[in-house]
């Protein structure tokens, strides 16, 4: 229970710093909407729905991508991440507040976004829906992982697209797949099992990320 | 208490620390001391648990949660008030009536009348006095501190020492400072680095 309060406090803690700081979620709403809107004229009228879900899919990417590089700012002004790992709390609860805060701005980024695109090009059946959410929880997972480690270098811009982007690339196909094969949930489950076993690796070695 | 033996430390090819000892007893007071780039703040860093030597032992005697630690920075959220970034803390140290603690701090350190307003907007000496009750918050029984003085007006200094007299001989203090000459009344040790 004392995880879950720590985990609880420190996702309450972000959320409060995003909503007043207002320096991630907005960026990420312009940037997905911007990009929808951008394909929409780009893509001739009698595009397929497969390159329709392949667009939707990068936009989705690099919006996590956008909150993710910036997921670890309010830490490293004023090095409050030190304060964090100097706390007897256990340190995989940090790592795990920060996933979820991110979820969250994915989400709700994602609110707007997926019924722009169900405007713009198709609408999402329940099967891609799933898909996205699996998704969301991969790459926010191992995201803020990665984020953590970009954080500690000097290029965190630079260093978190070289280190995020090849881990995409299963959660892309598997997202991609749930939308388009007629066989979507074994792509569900596919992704599912990307999560499981990502997750746990991210949380159990996030400690050595943040200690020297 | 402390005991660190032949502390070493190195970033790449730049030795910052050489075979640097340093024992306090329970309830001691040490002073460090050295120009700036001797490695009293790798020190320091060395002894909260923030970084690890590159050779030597060092050992506190103390849970990390019994360690209060005072960097060159605040370790707070500007985008957080005073009582927020004091109430975060309280929750991951367990602090045990944590709302009457942080308006204790608070008032002593004379933050009361600002505890609500984000820390972004704070002065540099009064972002520093929230942090000196960061560091106070848990009741540690070994206080790191790195420069406690910087960015204090005299009222704040004043503050600070009152409570470092308090504290010393009740707890085990290792302070790296600039100014020995406002701490050595209190000192039991002394470690010149550099």
């Not at chain 1, 290029?155 to 749930?178: C, F, K, M, N, Q």
């Not at chain 2, 029984?141 to 009740?170: I, K, M, S, T």
Request: with cysteine.
């Amino acid at each position: 229970m004392t995880y879950l309060a720590d985990v609880s406090a420190l996702t309450r803690k972000d959320l409060k710093v995003e909503l007043r700081a207002r320096d991630t979620l907005p960026a990420m709403l312009l940037f997905v909407l911007s990009t929808l809107v951008v394909f929409h004229f780009a893509l001739p009228a009698d595009s397929s729905k497969a390159a329709a879900y392949g667009l939707l899919w990068i936009a989705i990417v690099f919006t996590a991508l956008l909150g993710l590089s910036r997921a670890w700012v309010p830490e490293q002004e004023h090095c409050v991440l030190d304060g964090l790992v100097l706390a007897p709390c256990d340190r995989s609860a940090i790592w795990l507040g920060k996933t979820l805060a991110t979820l969250a701005f994915l989400l709700a980024a994602q609110a707007v976004a997926l019924p722009a695109f169900a405007l713009f090009f198709t609408s999402l059946d329940p099967t891609a829906l799933a898909g996205v959410l699996l998704a969301d929880i991969g790459i926010c997972a191992v995201g803020s992982l990665m984020a953590a480690v970009a954080a500690a270098g000097r290029s965190r811009e630079v260093l978190l697209p070289l280190l995020l982007l090849p881990l995409t690339i299963p959660l892309v196909v598997g997202g991609v797949g749930s939308a388009i094969s007629p066989d979507g949930e074994r792509f569900l489950l596919f992704l599912a099992l990307y999560d499981g076993v990502f997750a746990v690796l991210s949380w159990a070695s996030f400690e050595y990320v943040v200690t020297e | 208490m402390i005991r660190a033996r032949g502390i070493e430390k190195r970033y790449g090819r730049r030795k910052v620390l050489a075979g640097v000892d340093l024992a306090v007893r329970e309830g001691g007071f040490a002073l460090i001391t050295g120009p700036n780039g001797s490695g009293k703040t790798t020190l320091l860093r060395i002894l909260a648990g923030l970084v690890t030597p590159t050779r030597g032992v060092c050992t506190l005697g103390v849970d990390r949660a019994r360690v209060g630690y005072l960097g060159h920075e605040p370790l707070v959220y500007r985008e957080l008030t005073a009582v927020e970034n004091l109430d975060l803390y309280g929750r991951l140290y367990r602090v045990p009536e944590r709302r009457e603690r942080i308006g204790m701090l608070l008032e002593r350190f004379d933050l009361w009348e600002a505890r609500n307003e984000l820390v972004s907007t704070y002065s540099r000496g009064m972002v520093q006095r929230l942090a000196i009750c960061r560091t106070l918050l848990h009741d540690p029984d070994v206080l790191v501190l790195d420069e406690p003085h910087a960015a204090l007006d005299g009222a704040g200094a004043a503050l600070l020492e009152r409570e470092l007299a308090v504290l010393a001989g009740a707890r085990t203090l290792v302070v790296a400072t600039h100014e020995p000459e406002r701490l050595e009344r209190l000192a039991t040790g002394r470690l010149a680095l550099g």
